[in-house]
């Protein structure tokens, strides 16, 4: 295979340049069993520093839409349908890399990145509120 040349969904030859600015594009350095934050997410303690390394680096991968849910499954067409899926499962993995296995255990049967993030946004944004106004009322 030369330079520019991919495999089709045939396994044919085809010599469409990939398009690196969609976000259902995998670059070949990317992996599932790779971590794309440093730290793990623990609970309250540092889910919103978590919270905001997870978003700039989807959001460096162009893969932000799959976390906020505007990047869905294209149901008419089995190339970009096959195309989402893979994306989504990546973004899945490193997601669920990035969280304590404690946490991961409650996570790890959801399907979605949108719904691994709503899940982790509903359970540590409630608590982080509710330990912030119980800890503002022990200070009065």
């Known amino acids: 295979m030369t330079t520019g040349e991919i495999l089709g969904g045939s396994g044919t030859k085809s010599t469409e340049t990939p398009d690196v ?10 992996t599932i069993t790779g971590t794309i934050i440093s730290f793990k997410l623990l609970g309250t303690e540092n889910f919103k520093v978590w919270k905001s390394s997870m978003t700039r680096a989807l959001k460096a991968k162009n893969k932000l839409g799959f976390m906020d849910g505007t990047v869905t499954k294209i149901v008419n067409g089995l190339v970009k349908s096959l195309k989402w899926e893979g994306a989504n499962v990546f973004v899945c993995f490193w997601l669920l890399r990035s969280i304590s296995e404690t946490i991961y255990a409650g996570h790890a049967c959801s399907e979605k990145v949108v719904d691994i993030w709503n899940e982790l946004n509903e359970t540590y944004l409630k608590l982080d509120g509710f330990v912030g106004t119980l800890h503002g009322k022990l200070l009065l």
């Not at 600015?21 to 990317?30: A, E, F, V």
Request: charged content about 30%.
């Open 21 to 30: 600015d969609d976000p259902l594009y995998i670059h070949p350095t990317d």
